[in-house]
């Protein structure tokens, strides 16, 4: 979500208002780079229809919720099936099924096997695995099944 130019912050701006409670405050937070949620935080906080409390407060519940949460583990069949149409669908099944089995606490961390940057992508409210996995997907993470071992490539190494 790249945050820095003037359309997103205005984006925001419009989004802050529809934003009901602290609940779905958390969760848009929560969903956010961690390096970006204090942008969100600023940029939203005067457009709430309710008095924000410290960003702090929302990261903590945040986390206490992916405690007592876990996500499932399947979610009945939906397969990431639109980038890459040159693998072969049941190795990205398989792929996608041992990825589900590493999202705990609605996380997942994927590192880079070529330069070992780490990234991780929060699951969204309601959002399965499978879905997180196709959000990282999107946003340019590989895996690179030609390797040996196998292993995931960041955007900037699967060019
Ligand atoms: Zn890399």
Redesign the pocket.
Known sequence: MPLSDEKSIRTLEILAPTIKDHRQFESKLASAPPELRRIIYETCRPYLSFEAKPLDWYIMKSCQRAEQEQLPLTDGGSVVRDFQPAQDASTIRRANEVLAQTIAKRTLTLT??????EHQFYALDGETPNATIRRARECGWVYDYKADPVRE??P???K
């Open positions: 880079c096997g070529n330069c070992l940057l490539l960041c900037e190494c699967a």
